[in-house]
């Protein structure tokens, strides 16, 4: 049996819809200071996943649909990361399965919120688990989508960030990429 829980708690002295825009945002910079961590601990990992997941549960209360998709991104990174790839394909598909709701053909709907990149970042994901589980030939077809889409994002600044992650490890448990 569940221990008793405490009394209902008061009304918050803060606006929750804030607090919880702030704590996505935080939580979502947190995980990208682990991320580009050249050495982490075990701790570091655990700590980058609960960041991962803090920031989506955050967005999931004030974000929209684009903010779910980019959480699902950053959850199956830090799954990738912390040498989970099984969890990082599961997150990249469900990044994917969002993504491909606002497609029509190879554009996303106008007004979705959804930008270039996000393809990019979605065939990065799965180039990225594809590696890590050493299924070489799809991580291939997905490192060459992702960088073909790459080449294609029309914003020099966004290109740019991109092309950085897109070259962040990790890719493989040798630190090879193929």
């Known amino acids: 049996m569940a221990p008793a829980i405490i009394a209902a708690m008061p009304d918050p002295t803060f606006d929750p819809k804030t607090a919880n825009r702030h704590f996505a945002i935080a939580l979502n910079q947190r995980a990208f200071e682990l ?26 209360k004030v974000g929209g649909e684009v903010e779910h998709a980019r959480a699902e991104w950053l959850i199956s990174r830090a799954h990738c990361v912390a040498g989970d ?11 994917m399965g969002l993504l491909e709701k606002h497609l029509e053909g190879e554009q996303f709907k106008a007004g979705s919120g959804f ?3 996000d393809l990019a970042y979605g065939a990065e ?8 589980l050493d299924k070489r030939e799809e991580s291939a077809q997905f490192q060459k989508l992702a960088k073909a889409l790459g080449d294609a994002i029309a914003d020099p600044e966004d290109k740019k960030i991109f092309s950085a992650d897109f070259e962040h490890g990790p890719w493989n448990p040798t630190g090879e990429r193929f």
């Open 35 to 60: 991320i580009g961590k050249e050495v982490r601990s075990a701790a570091d990992d655990d700590e980058l996943l609960y960041a991962a997941y803090g920031s989506a549960w955050h967005w999931g």
């Open 85 to 95: 790839p099984m969890g990082g394909l599961r997150h990249a598909n469900r990044y």
């Open 115 to 117: 930008k270039d990149f």
């Open 125 to 132: 994901a799965l180039a990225r688990a594809y590696a890590l």
